[in-house]
């Protein structure tokens, strides 16, 4: 049984910095692109990063840049979210996600939900002002 496990996430004030950790379990992902991606209460689930299977190319949202970093660990199965300068708009539930998306997909797959084929059950994260 394929399985991805978020984990990391909590309470943290505004200017805080938490990092996520999603394992894999059931198959491996080191092919496929994973991602981020979060939801608050009453919003569609969005976009947050994803990484393409060697680390090399990283996608972020705009309202991201410059304050999340992904990364993973092909070895361990295991992608990363670092979260610095947290902000009250980042209080979601933050999903994990694998995708067989191909070497050459566009960023309009790499950004929609409906492409990733696998997730985790989600972590919450509350950012307190």
């Known amino acids: 049984q394929v399985q991805l496990v978020e984990s990391g996430g909590g309470l943290v004030q505004a200017g805080g910095s938490l990092r996520l950790s999603c394992t894999a379990s059931g198959r491996t992902f080191s092919s496929y692109v994973r991602g981020w991606f979060r939801q608050a209460p009453g919003k569609e689930r969005e976009f947050v990063a994803a990484?393409?299977?060697?680390?090399?190319?990283?996608y972020y949202k705009d309202s991201m840049k410059g304050r999340f970093t992904i990364s993973r660990d092909n070895a361990k199965n295991t992608v990363y979210l670092q979260m610095n300068s947290l902000k009250p708009e980042d209080t979601a539930v933050y999903y994990c996600?694998?995708?067989?998306?191909?070497?050459?997909?566009?960023?309009?797959?790499?950004?929609?939900?409906?492409?990733?084929?696998?997730w985790g059950q989600g972590t919450q994260i509350t950012v307190s002002s």
């Open positions: 996600a694998a995708g067989d998306l191909g070497y050459g997909s566009s960023w309009d797959k790499l950004i929609n939900p409906k492409e990733y084929d696998y």
């Open positions: 990484i393409r299977w060697n680390g090399a190319t990283t």
